[in-house]
């Protein structure tokens, strides 16, 4: 089973 | 004050067609630097940016930055109207909640005005860090949307896999596999033809194709795509808009749960 992340995981608010 | 011409207009109608499917509403910003816009798609799994730069445009006068919150479905219709040889102006005033897109003929014969309603977008803006990649694939575009329309009728997601063999796309589905290798291949006499691998270490990450075919509606943007790969990083696949900037798609990868 896989599991999609997301974007803001990696990178951070401005 | 806000008065971006661009000869090229069609560039303008491309970079919507490209990104409209992927993002419904986006701020544009507008700076000495450029037309840019940066957005995410609503479950937040992939973020494209996008870069015109000033200097791209014939004319290009923003006073102050400006952002103009738009429905990319709403502007994309307007732009549809532009003829695919018309030069493209973008104007827009502070205050005002509307922007106007005036298309001229090549031979001034026909001038348009459509004007369109503006929205306040709260929007959250990322910073993006600059990141050492382990692999960097270049290929013709053409050629990857192929690979990833020919993967998507096969399987959901795709492990793209770079080692000193070649660039590896394989996916699996109720039907059963495909597996795809492509092979460094440089050719002198049409650089854009080539397949140039540049390794630092091998790297297998896998991604959702849905996603990835998105993405390659930017195809006839540029005739070549970047595809830069880490583990534990959003894949970044760039289509650079010749002489003007950049649209990059990232992906986040998805892992074992």
Redesign the interface.
């Known amino acids: 089973k896989q599991k999609q992340q997301t974007i803001s995981r990696f990178f951070s608010h401005d | 004050m806000l008065e971006l011409r661009l000869i090229q207009g069609s560039l303008l109608k491309k970079v919507l067609e490209a990104i409209k499917d992927l993002v419904t509403e986006a701020n544009f910003d507008c700076s000495a630097t450029g037309f840019s816009l940066q957005a995410?798609d609503s479950?937040?799994?992939?973020?494209v940016a996008l870069l015109l730069r000033s200097e791209g445009f014939d004319h290009y006068r923003c006073d102050r930055n400006l952002s103009m919150g738009i429905n990319l479905n709403n502007m994309s219709k307007m732009l549809r109207c532009a003829g695919p040889e018309d030069i493209i102006t973008i104007k827009g005033d502070d205050g005002t909640d509307t922007v106007t897109f005036m298309f001229e003929s090549q031979k001034q014969d026909k001038i348009s005005d459509f004007e369109m309603k503006l929205m306040d977008i709260d929007s959250?803006?990322?910073?993006?860090?600059d990141a050492e990649y382990q692999a960097i694939v270049r290929m013709p575009s053409a050629e990857f949307a192929r690979i990833c329309k020919d993967l998507g009728s096969i399987g959901d997601?795709v492990v793209i896999s770079v080692t000193k063999e070649g660039v590896k796309f394989f996916t699996r589905g109720d039907v059963g596999s495909a597996n795809i290798v492509c092979r460094q291949n440089t050719s002198v006499d049409k650089p854009e033809d080539s397949t140039v691998i540049e390794m630092n270490e091998p790297v297998s990450l896998?991604f959702?194709l849905r996603y990835m075919n998105s993405f390659t509606k930017a195809t006839t943007l540029s005739e070549v795509v970047t595809i830069s790969l880490s583990s534990e990083?959003?894949v970044v696949v760039e289509y650079k808009i010749a002489e003007m900037g950049y649209i990059r798609f990232?992906?986040?990868?998805?892992?074992?749960?």
């Open positions: 995410m479950s937040h799994v992939a973020l959250e803006h990322l910073g993006i860090p997601t896998t959702a990083l959003p990232y992906l986040a990868p998805k892992i074992e749960d």
